[in-house]
T-cell receptor
Framework: DSGVTQTPKHLITATGQRVTLRCSPR?????VYWYQQSLDQGLQFLIQ???????AKGNILERFSAQQFPDLHSELNLSSLELGDSALYFC?????????????FGQGTRLTVV | AQSVTQLGSHVSVSEGALVLLRCNYS??????LFWYVQYPNQGLQLLLK??????LVKGINGFEAEFKKSETSFHLTKPSAHMSDAAEYFC?????????????FGKGTKLSVIP
């Protein structure tokens, strides 16, 4: 158990809908990262928050947004869903934002868009 | 921009045989390097990482990797494969100057261990 909790574990929704994925980082970790894992794109970095502020942005679509709350949990919002958004979404957390500190990954939320 | 190439999407070894998973990277600056393992329906677990210092890095479960700057490689090895090593392995890099744990991953190598 990495200490990072993601809910829900599975989500099935229809095209055009909006969903929210939730991540609770390890106790004491200030940084939260979101990754998308799909068969065709592999593992891709989406976005990072550090202590409530957006820190880095990767290949995140405009239809997607995220935020980190004062209690440090984070939510990833996906809207106007398309079939191609079906993927495993991982959250990771680390103590700081430094490039060499270890990030711990949650078990992911599997999103299926039908 | 950084990129990671993992040679071989699928590698099969016999139990007790050497495991060698290859990783080459492209980066304009010496990166931080990582190997992660993913078991079915699980998240990613860090096996080992290289940031600075000794180029031979030992990780968990008997794995090790060597950073070779001249070859831009960070291959993962284990002297003797065990059935429990069957999983998917990902090599990743990050830019030390980016101030972020933004990882660029390779496509992954699925390791099968034959009894």
């Amino acid at each position: 158990d990495s200490g990072v909790t993601q809910t829900p574990k599975h989500l099935i929704t229809a095209t055009g809908q909006r969903v929210t994925l939730r991540c609770s980082p390890r106790s004491g970790d200030l940084s939260v990262y979101w990754y998308q894992q799909s068969l065709d794109q592999g593992l891709q970095f989406l976005i990072q928050y550090y202590n409530g502020e957006e820190r880095a942005k990767g290949n995140i679509l405009e239809r997607f947004s995220a935020q980190q709350f004062p209690d440090l949990h984070s939510e990833l919002n996906l809207s106007s869903l398309e079939l191609g958004d079906s993927a495993l979404y991982f959250c990771a957390s680390s103590e700081t934002h430094g490039g060499g500190t270890e990030a711990f990954f949650g078990q992911g939320t599997r999103l299926t868009v039908v | 921009a950084q990129s990671v190439t993992q040679l071989g999407s699928h590698v099969s070894v016999s139990e007790g045989a050497l495991v060698l998973l290859r990783c080459n990277y492209s980066s304009s600056v010496p990166p931080y390097l990582f190997w992660y393992v993913q078991y079915p329906n699980q998240g990613l677990q860090l096996l080992l990482k290289y940031t600075t210092g000794a180029t031979l890095v030992k990780g968990i479960n008997g794995f090790e990797a060597e950073f070779k700057k001249s070859e831009t490689s960070f291959h993962l090895t284990k002297p003797s494969a065990h059935m429990s090593d069957a999983a998917e392995y990902f090599c990743a890099v990050s830019d030390p100057g980016a101030g972020s744990y933004q990882l660029t991953f390779g496509k992954g190598t699925k390791l099968s261990v034959i009894p």
